[in-house]
């Protein structure tokens, strides 16, 4: 009898032992419960870590999947489905011993299955394979090989020693038994629509008007969540969004449009917070085109833009002019090249130059060809900040005669149009990145082709040459100093007109709690956030 009761009173210590230690990773003074509704301006294309090049998709993943390591708020790397590793003395072997307690998220009908080795090795290899388009590729072509060691631990050999390459392993892991080819992912494989991780929220529905419902992952290895359900709605008008937080139709913007700022600063029932995305917005060209192939036509147009102008007016300032194909902030960034100045004088001179004569009509012309391109527009980037920017980009170009046609387009059509067929002239969008500073999938020429983000062609022995120095390079001074000629160069060369950075505002309720914010991928702390009890919906 007494060694019962001892059995049971160490039982019972060993549970109590479990339970605070669940509590103090999350925190038991926090409340579980409540949805928490946000809006995304357009929609995602898929929703796997894989084919996604895109930030709506990428915010996505971070809440269903993990990495072997992650990032924490002090900007540390941290271990996830990886609990420790090691690292070889020359700097080329990296074994991960992955943690025994992570389970994938279930299928319905079908048994909850654990994770292990064989899905590391899976997604690398996946990930490689010469027909999944994806725009990691690019970034993992430093490893050499990939082997499981046994169930719970993998090794990386790399091919050489590289700079922060223990952060690089925070590439999202899918499950082997998850995609329905087993050799290679493409968009049409169910799983980028209905996908399966190990991360804090679990996919349950896409409804009819493509709400994506997210919910709380009960078994998830770090702790369960607090928040029960995230919705992300989409909507293709800023202005829209912005008027649903304001009237509790959603509960978080994740991008604030800046010219709605000053209506939510001045509302006490919402918190304004800024974060650092490392991001900027371009034109970019598709060089395939004989007359964009031409540098002096590219800078002609930059020429013709008055930036500082558009951005004063319609983001109310909220931003900073920039001259080249890094962010500022990041530690690439070249100071020393200064932006392209609005000079349409200039302008005309250099399409001159190029061999451009004004026509009749008033519109340049070379060879009877008139200077007349398309400018495609996702139609989920139509707000009233980018309807101006598009209208005044037009009517600029316009004044040294250049025609521009404005087609605004569905979301996937104009993903098809620019990354499948490469059929367009001109193109508005935006790049967000992480700290790395790696643009080798933006410029080198081994990134053109179907859905590379090379989609304007841009092909340059020397950028190529420089890009992969500075990926070589184990001297982050040596490379910095590359990266600065390549800021130079491209400046340049003008395969985009580099327009801004934008200062990045989320907008919430107050009544959700303790948000921290990941600089670009955004949710990576959302399973901490909480909203209080009497609070909840």
């Known amino acids: 009898m007494k060694k019962i009761w001892i059995a049971l009173l160490m039982c019972t210590i060993l549970f109590a032992m479990t339970v605070a230690s669940q509590a103090a990773r999350k925190g038991d003074a926090r409340q579980h419960g409540g949805t928490l509704s946000y809006g995304e301006y357009g929609r995602p294309a898929t929703l796997d870590p894989i084919t996604s090049n895109e930030m709506i998709s990428l915010r996505l993943t971070e809440l269903i999947f993990n990495g072997l390591v992650g990032i924490n708020e002090k900007q540390e790397i941290v271990p996830e489905l990886a609990e420790r590793w090691e690292i070889s003395k020359d700097g080329r072997t990296y074994t991960f011993y992955l943690r025994k307690d992570v389970t994938w998220h279930p299928r319905e009908g079908e048994a909850v299955q654990k994770f292990n080795a064989d899905d590391v090795i899976f997604t690398y290899r996946i990930m490689k394979h010469p027909k999944t388009i994806t725009p990691l590729k690019v970034r993992y072509e430093f490893i050499e090989t990939a082997e499981k060691l046994d169930d719970s631990t993998v090794r990386f050999t790399l091919k050489r020693p590289i700079l922060n390459a223990l952060a690089k392993f925070s590439f999202k892991i899918i499950p082997q038994h998850g995609p329905r080819n087993p050799d290679f992912l493409t968009r049409e494989d169910p799983f980028v629509q209905h996908p399966i991780g190990t991360g804090p929220y679990m996919l349950q529905s896409i409804t009819a008007d493509r ?114 194909p890094f962010a500022p902030g990041s530690w690439a960034y070249n100071l020393d090249v200064q932006p392209i100045p609005y000079d349409p004088q200039q302008a005309i001179k250099l399409l001159t130059e190029a061999g451009f004569t004004r026509g009749a009509d008033g519109i340049m012309q070379k060879g009877g060809k008139r200077l007349s391109l398309s400018l495609k527009v996702p139609i989920e980037k139509e707000s009233e900040a980018v309807k101006r920017v598009v209208l005044a980009f037009k009517n600029y170009l316009k004044n040294i005669g250049v025609e521009i046609k404005v087609e605004f387009k569905e979301w996937q059509a104009w993903k098809e149009d620019v990354f499948l067929e490469h059929d367009f002239d001109i193109i508005y969008a935006s790049w967000v990145f992480d700290d790395s500073a790696d643009i080798s999938s933006l410029f080198h020429s081994a990134e053109i082709g179907p859905w590379k983000n090379n989609f304007g062609g841009y092909s340059n022995p020397e950028i190529d040459s420089l890009i992969v120095e500075s990926k070589l390079t184990l001297d982050h001074e040596k490379r910095r100093t590359i990266n600065r000629k390549l800021h130079a160069l491209l400046a340049e060369e003008t395969p985009y007109t580099f327009l801004w950075t934008l200062t990045n505002y989320t907008a919430y309720q107050k009544k959700v709690r303790r948000v921290a914010i990941h600089p670009y991928k955004f949710f990576s702390f959302a399973d901490d956030w909480f909203i209080a009890e009497k609070e909840q919906k």
């Not at 998830?220 to 912005?242: C, E, L, W």
């Not at 918190?271 to 540098?295: C, H, V, W």
């Open 211 to 324: 709400e994506i419902v997210l919910v709380a992952n009960e078994n998830y290895f770090k702790g369960r969540p607090h928040i029960d359900r995230f919705v992300s709605k989409p909507f293709a008008d800023q202005n829209i969004m912005t008027q649903a937080l304001v009237y509790n139709a959603i509960d978080m913007i994740v991008l604030v449009n800046p010219r709605d700022i000053p209506e939510i600063q001045g509302n006490k029932n919402f918190i304004l917070q800024p974060y650092n995305a490392l991001s900027y917005s371009f034109f970019g060209y598709n060089m395939r085109d004989p007359l964009l192939a031409d540098k002096r036509v590219r800078k002609a147009f930059t020429c013709a833009v008055n930036r500082q102008e558009m951005l004063d007016s319609f983001f109310n300032g909220q931003g900073t002019i920039i001259s080249g």
